[in-house]
């Protein structure tokens, strides 16, 4: 025999805001107890009206009935089951059951339970994810990599486009960090860069990056990272946007290689006129080049030191050969004549743009730290880091190489010159990296190698 009780007392019950009910499984099908709650919930007038449905009426999925009932009787309790119910007048209402089968003596079955109106939470969760399909689709629809990370520069969240260019789904990436798929050392960088955003709060707008994806090609990218925060205004993490710029990359090297290209053309111009000026701008433009990848500078900045070595003394054509390679002593005007040839190349190539600063530093290259240079006597901080070089690597050569006027003076006699001049002609950093180079290869000239 069922009782027809609670452990709660009638009063107590109909006040809660969640409906209870007892129903009976065994022998008959039937609800023993409800509470007001559960009555309102499902739009009947009393407890009486309630009672004369069984309780696998209210189900609107036939599915979800026989589950919750097999559930039941299998495991002899339901937590937290969420389905559709239909009330009296046929509406349907998202409700949460945790109910527990109970055997009494006599063999009779029935379910203790509550019942939940789960709707507002329901209609919640489908706001929210409506708002996060709107959100991931249009992330989606956006060719470029996007991605969220947290504070310990996890990934919280990618778009398409970042899945598909590591080659996992955007829930596999969930959790991974860049270490995961770059190199150490630019997987490094990204994390230096991320917590750099963390820590100041100031965004990194369009760092251009050369990265190697996981399929072993090397893409050139533009990438923006910006912080990002909770709702009490915390730093969450940050956002990261990254575009590929190869193809315009590429593009921009053609443009490039064909100036470069037109350029040398005027060097082989100055070859055919002056023999010695060619080797000696092509040995200036290796050496150069070497400081500039000791330094560790990227691609774009040593073609442009290579070519700053190569022009350098364009400006020569203009000047005639019998002052170029005068045996003796030059007077003043013929000084003052060779002097020219920095302005005279500035001119010739000024209007070109490129990538680097190559008008500016041949024009640069016989200033000294001091203010004793030419043309215009610039102090120390306006001399730029690629004339410095310029300038170590055009008294290094021309120290070295056989001249009309003299011999060749050795490269102890360059690196006394070059070092005698540390700090008031020369920067002393790159006459140590000459000094390092030269070391490393027995001190003999390394620029003859190539
Ligand atoms: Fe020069
Ligand atoms: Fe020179």
């Given at each position: 025999?069922?009782?027809?009780?609670?452990?709660?007392?009638k009063?107590?019950?109909?006040?809660?805001?969640t409906?209870?009910?007892?129903?009976?499984l065994?022998p008959k099908?039937r609800?023993i107890?409800c509470?007001?709650?559960?009555?309102?919930?499902l739009n009947y007038?009393n407890?009486?009206e309630?009672k004369?449905?069984?309780?696998?009426?209210?189900f609107a999925n036939?599915?979800?009935r026989?589950?919750?009932?097999?559930s039941l009787?299998?495991d002899?309790?339901?937590?937290?089951?969420?389905?559709i119910?239909?009330?009296n007048?046929?509406?349907?209402?998202?409700?949460m059951i945790?109910?527990?089968k109970?055997?009494t003596p006599?063999n009779?079955?029935?379910?203790?339970g509550i019942?939940?109106?789960?709707?507002?939470?329901k209609?919640m969760?489908?706001?929210l994810?409506?708002?996060?399909?709107l959100?991931?689709?249009a992330?989606?629809?956006i060719p470029?990599?996007?991605?969220?990370k947290?504070l310990?520069?996890?990934?919280?969240?990618?778009n398409?486009f970042?899945?598909?260019g590591v080659?996992?789904?955007?829930?596999?990436?969930v959790g991974?960090t860049?270490?995961?798929f770059?190199?150490e050392?630019?997987a490094r960088?990204?994390?230096?860069?991320d917590q750099?955003v963390?820590?100041t709060?100031?965004?990194?707008?369009?760092k251009i990056e050369?990265t190697?994806?996981p399929?072993?090609?090397?893409n050139?990218?533009?990438?923006t990272?910006?912080p990002?925060?909770?709702?009490l205004?915390?730093?969450?993490?940050t956002m990261?946007v990254?575009r590929d710029?190869?193809?315009y990359?590429?593009?921009?090297?053609?443009?490039?290689?064909m100036?470069?290209?037109t350029?040398k053309?005027l060097?082989?111009?100055?070859e055919m006129r002056?023999?010695?000026?060619?080797s000696?701008?092509?040995c200036?433009?290796?050496?150069a080049?070497k400081?500039s990848?000791?330094l560790q500078?990227?691609?774009?900045r040593?073609l442009g030191m290579r070519?700053?070595?190569?022009l350098?003394?364009?400006?020569?054509?203009?000047?005639?050969l019998?002052i170029?390679?005068?045996?003796g002593?030059l007077?003043?005007?013929?000084?003052g004549?060779?002097?020219e040839?920095v302005?005279?190349?500035?001119?010739?190539i000024?209007?070109?743009k490129?990538p680097?600063?190559?008008?500016e530093t041949i024009?640069?290259?016989?200033?000294?730290?001091?203010?004793?240079g030419?043309?215009?006597k610039?102090?120390?901080?306006k001399i730029?880091?690629e004339?410095r070089?310029l300038?170590v690597?055009?008294?290094?050569?021309a120290m070295?190489?056989?001249?009309?006027y003299r011999?060749a003076?050795g490269?102890?006699?360059a690196?006394?010159?070059?070092?005698e001049?540390v700090?008031?002609?020369?920067?002393?950093d790159?006459?140590?990296i000459?000094?390092q180079?030269?070391?490393?290869n027995?001190n003999?000239p390394f620029?003859l190698?190539d």
């Amino acid at each position: 025999m069922v009782k027809n009780t609670f452990y709660l007392n009638k009063t107590t019950a109909d006040q809660l805001g969640t409906g209870l009910f007892k129903y009976s499984l065994v022998p008959k099908e039937r609800f023993i107890i409800c509470n007001t709650t559960l009555c309102e919930m499902l739009n009947y007038p009393n407890k009486t009206e309630l009672k004369k449905k069984r309780l696998g009426d209210f189900f609107a999925n036939l599915n979800d009935r026989d589950n919750f009932f097999g559930s039941l009787r299998k495991d002899g309790q339901v937590k937290f089951f969420e389905t559709i119910f239909k009330d009296n007048e046929n509406k349907t209402i998202w409700v949460m059951i945790s109910a527990c089968k109970v055997t009494t003596p006599g063999n009779g079955e029935y379910v203790e339970g509550i019942i939940e109106n789960v709707d507002s939470r329901k209609e919640m969760e489908r706001n929210l994810s409506l708002e996060q399909d709107l959100l991931q689709g249009a992330l989606d629809s956006i060719p470029d990599a996007i991605y969220f990370k947290d504070l310990e520069n996890r990934i919280i969240k990618v778009n398409k486009f970042y899945a598909k260019g590591v080659g996992l789904k955007p829930t596999e990436i969930v959790g991974k960090t860049d270490y995961d798929f770059f190199p150490e050392d630019q997987a490094r960088q990204m994390a230096t860069d991320d917590q750099g955003v963390i820590e100041t709060g100031v965004p990194i707008v369009g760092k251009i990056e050369r990265t190697l994806l996981p399929d072993g090609t090397w893409n050139q990218v533009i990438t923006t990272k910006i912080p990002i925060y909770d709702r009490l205004g915390e730093t969450a993490g940050t956002m990261g946007v990254t575009r590929d710029m190869t193809a315009y990359a590429n593009m921009e090297r053609e443009r490039l290689t064909m100036l470069v290209n037109t350029l040398k053309v005027l060097g082989k111009a100055l070859e055919m006129r002056d023999p010695y000026t060619f080797s000696h701008t092509r040995c200036v433009a290796t050496i150069a080049e070497k400081i500039s990848g000791v330094l560790q500078w990227d691609e774009n900045r040593m073609l442009g030191m290579r070519l700053a070595g190569e022009l350098h003394d364009l400006g020569k054509i203009g000047i005639p050969l019998d002052i170029l390679n005068k045996p003796g002593k030059l007077n003043n005007l013929e000084y003052g004549l060779i002097r020219e040839h920095v302005g005279n190349c500035y001119n010739l190539i000024k209007d070109i743009k490129f990538p680097f600063p190559l008008a500016e530093t041949i024009y640069q290259h016989h200033e000294r730290l001091d203010g004793s240079g030419y043309p215009r006597k610039l102090p120390a901080n306006k001399i730029l880091p690629e004339a410095r070089i310029l300038a170590v690597s055009d008294v290094l050569e021309a120290m070295t190489h056989h001249r009309p006027y003299r011999e060749a003076l050795g490269v102890n006699a360059a690196m006394a010159e070059l070092n005698e001049g540390v700090g008031t002609k020369y920067d002393g950093d790159i006459v140590k990296i000459v000094s390092q180079l030269l070391k490393a290869n027995h001190n003999k000239p390394f620029w003859l190698d190539d």
